[in-house]
């Protein structure tokens, strides 16, 4: 059924209005990242290591600093030493230490009075490294004879005998293993790999820092979190958060990659010694790729025991994913536990290890670490269907988590819509469609955690009537607009009469970051509290007026009325006519909440695509694609749409195209969208959606995060869907026209 068919009971909730940033938009009036000036501004340009791993030898700075209009040069001289943890990795990929760890790593920066005298100077600074063996691949990176790259950072969970470059080991399940897969008639094991891939937004990093001798300084970039970004640079600087203010930009995509910091401390750096100047630094698609933080590369083995009717009965899954040449960065913890949430499995074991490899420092891209387990575990799990002769679907409604089980990864799941959701998938049309000849359709389910975090929330009521909502999150996939409906649909008011800002540091107290897919629950949790805060203050305001006890007044459809007929026949008195009164009759009214917020629940997803491969190149066409996708309940469809929409796009690109190509010198060789393929409008058909309603308990309106889980299954409904049409079966992404040709190849000589 049709989103809009479905009678919630809400005036404004479900319902499609304009977004309030799209005029801004396709006017140009919008003010990114680049678009921030101030005057006096020096520009920056970063020193980038052409090395995977190198010793720095020696900086020489002498020839850039006697150009007319260079004002500053900064080194890892001109930084805090001593930092310790997630404060030092941050400070490291920054700007490098004694040694480069990867290619694109920055070792120096320098701030002139123009983009292209700073980008000349940049070249005329000489460094001298010494090439130091280097690994990239993530399996290799725990061979005994690999380079060392980061001697003496593996946590106490190691096993003894690992290799240095594993830092981190995880061990985690429940059930009897053996008895499970004792119990299974069929049992198979397999292994899978990933490649890293960028989240590929469209606007490169920027931002304007400035920066006095004192500490104090400004910052406007476009970011996805701008407390975090207020501490990490504070951080890496040496410097007090609370004499920093940031202010965050529009933002031309994030997707997860702009939670973090690159090169933001650089570009203040450079400002504080250059006598407090604005410094700009905007980075080029090319230090987009080589320098910020793409997801981790993997590799994967699974084991898993089904019975000939499709129940399962064990899996077992071990990970190995890096991040890059810093602890802490790889998503593998997240990876297992997203793993098997989909089903309830009566044994299960996870471990994984996070590796070192000379390689950027991975930052998040849209559930983080689960399109690659999904890719492991709903691959294998479509063989074994396979083999045994059942519908892939009907097996994963068979073993779907439902509410009251308990959630592999450790916590009994609350009210959770996967079996809606895989019962609204198998009644599509879609599936349907009769296939002809090199077609082949694929399944796969997927699941994200969802998220709610630290969160604080103003309203201040218009003398007119009207609502400002001030929040911490960044809109980076409508939340300004689904958090403007959610306050007007409380306060009983127009959408109109609501505006949404997203405000710098200094205008609420600490919010996490727009990402876990948490602005429209946890901010939107947080809007409401403060709009119901206001409407208490807006009824007491009105029984004074009317002499009347404040418990005698509520709140009804933007006005305060007489709660019955014993508390008086007194006319409604709209928000609008309190808010012009308010001057003399209390001041100004307001709502504020801040929350850490809990209750976020648990998102799931299926997918279903159909392709053709033309068996004499390898080209994979996608005919069909549906997202099916429970959204607790949609505040503005469209936009859910979008987010299935986006998911199932960046999904198809890391499946088919996208893919970090290094060569032998450990340089990375596509660093421009011309040879890093994502994918564009004809490599796409039309994607069919449908918005399930499983209302989450946690929120008010029953919101559950959309942004994470659409990425997670098109990566395993690919190879299934090409299996399918081929007959061969791909465990290594992305699947690009040769490994698919490689495939059939192999298939017809006996060998898949």
């Given at each position: 059924?049709?989103?809009d ?18 005029l801004?938009?396709v006017?140009?009036?919008?003010r ?34 006697v ?6 040069v900064?080194?890892?001289?001109d ?21 480069a ?49 980061r001697?003496?950072t593996?946590?106490?969970?190691v ?7 594993v830092?981190?080991y ?14 299974a ?14 989240q590929?937004?469209?606007e ?29 640079c ?8 609370s004499?920093?203010r ?14 973090t ?6 570009a ?9 100047r ?30 000939a ?37 009566p044994?299960v ?11 950027p420092k ?6 983080p ?11 294998l ?7 045994l ?41 879609n ?20 998220h ?15 609502v ?9 996939g ?12 409380t306060?009983?008011?127009a ?9 710098e ?9 727009t ?5 429209t ?38 006005a ?42 648990a ?5 279903v ?6 068996p004499?190149?390898g ?20 936009y859910?749409?979008?987010?299935y ?5 960046q ?13 032998a ?32 308990p ?7 995060g ?6 997670t ?40």
């Amino acid at each position: 059924m049709p989103k809009d068919d479905l009678k919630t009971g809400y005036r404004i909730v479900g319902t499609r209005p304009d977004r309030p940033d799209g005029l801004d938009k396709v006017t140009g009036r919008a003010r990114y990242g680049a678009d921030i000036a101030a005057p006096g501004m020096l520009h920056a340009a970063v020193v980038r290591s052409p090395h995977a791993h190198a010793r720095i030898i020696r900086i020489d700075a002498s020839k850039a600093l006697v150009l007319d209009g260079v004002k500053a040069v900064i080194t890892r001289a001109d930084f805090p030493t001593g930092l310790t943890g997630e404060d030092w990795n941050l400070q490291e990929n920054t700007i490098a230490g004694d040694v480069a760890l990867y290619d694109g790593h920055a070792v120096a920066a320098v701030a002139a009075t123009s983009k292209l005298l700073a980008q000349d100077a940049a070249r005329l600074i000489e460094v001298e490294y010494e090439v130091l063996p280097h690994v990239i691949d993530v399996d290799a990176a725990m061979q005994p004879d690999a380079p060392v790259i980061r001697a003496g950072t593996a946590d106490h969970s190691v096993p003894e005998g690992m290799h240095p470059n594993v830092v981190k080991y995880i061990d985690f399940g429940h059930g009897d293993l053996e008895a499970g897969f004792a119990a299974a008639d069929l049992v198979r094991a397999q292994t899978y790999k990933t490649e890293a891939t960028h989240q590929g937004y469209i606007e490169p990093h920027a931002c304007l820092g400035q920066m006095g001798a004192d500490g104090k300084g400004e910052m406007w970039v476009c970011t996805q979190g701008q407390w975090y970004i207020r501490r990490m640079c504070s951080a890496v600087l040496g410097t007090d958060a609370s004499q920093l203010r940031v202010t965050p930009s529009e933002i031309g995509g994030g997707f997860g990659g702009k939670t973090t910091i690159f090169m933001e401390p650089l570009a203040l750096a450079l400002s504080r010694k250059a006598g407090g100047r604005p410094v700009k630094l905007v980075m080029s698609r090319a230090e987009v790729l080589r320098a910020t933080g793409p997801t981790a590369s993997a590799s994967m083995d699974v084991k898993l025991g089904m019975k000939a009717d499709g129940t399962l009965t064990a899996a077992q899954v071990n990970f190995r994913m890096q991040g890059g040449a810093f602890i802490g960065s790889s998503p593998v913890g997240e990876a297992l536990s997203c793993a098997l949430a989909c089903y309830t499995i009566p044994a299960v074991h996870h471990e994984g290890y996070e590796v070192l490899a000379n390689r950027p420092k991975a930052a998040a891209y849209r559930a983080p670490g689960s399109p690659m387990a999904a890719f492991a575990v709903e691959s294998l799990l479509d063989e074994m269907c396979r083999e045994l002769g059942l519908d892939p679907l009907a097996v994963r409604l068979k073993n779907a988590a439902r509410e009251g089980a308990k959630a592999s990864y450790g916590p009994t799941y609350n009210r959770i819509g996967l079996v809606e959701t895989l019962e609204a998938t198998m009644a599509h049309a879609n599936l349907k469609v009769p296939l002809g000849p090199n077609q082949g359709r694929g399944v796969a389910s997927g699941f994200w955690f969802n998220h709610g975090g630290e969160t604080s929330v103003s309203l201040a009521i218009g003398e007119d009537g009207t609502v400002t909502v001030s929040v911490g999150t960044p809109d980076i996939g409508g939340s300004r607009a689904s958090l403007g409906m959610m306050t007007a649909e409380t306060l009983g008011i127009a959408y109109e009469d609501v505006r949404v800002n997203i405000v710098e540091t200094g205008a609420l107290g600490v919010n996490e970051p727009t990402h876990g897919s948490r602005a429209t629950f946890a901010s939107g949790l947080a809007a409401v509290e403060a709009a119901k805060q206001a409407i208490k203050t807006m009824c007491a305001r009105a029984a004074a007026e009317w002499g009347i006890d404040a418990d005698a007044v509520e709140w009804i459809d933007g006005a305060a009325v007489p709660a019955g007929p014993n508390a008086g026949k007194f006319p409604p008195m709209s928000i609008a006519e309190i808010g012009a009164k308010m001057g003399s009759t209390g001041g100004p009214i307001s709502g504020h909440h801040e929350v850490t917020a809990g209750g976020f629940g648990a998102s799931f997803g299926a997918h279903v695509v159909d392709v053709e491969v033309d068996p004499e190149t390898g080209r994979t066409t996608v005919l069909r694609y549906l997202v099916v996708q429970d959204a607790g309940r949609a505040i503005h469809p469209a936009y859910v749409e979008g987010q299935y929409h986006g998911g199932a796009v960046q999904g198809i690109g890391w499946a088919l195209n996208e893919e970090y190509v290094y060569g032998a010198d450990g340089r990375l060789q596509n660093t421009v969208f011309l040879d890093y393929r994502i994918p564009v409008a004809s490599d796409l058909p039309m994607i069919d959606t449908v918005i399930v309603e499983v209302p989450n308990p946690g929120h008010p309106y029953g919101v559950r995060g959309v942004g994470e889980t659409g990425i997670t299954p098109p990566l395993p409904a690919l190879a299934n869907a090409i299996a399918a049409a081929t007959g061969a079966r791909l465990r290594s992404l992305p699947m690009s026209p040769p490994k698919v040709l490689a495939a059939i190849k192999a298939k017809a000589n006996g060998q898949g």
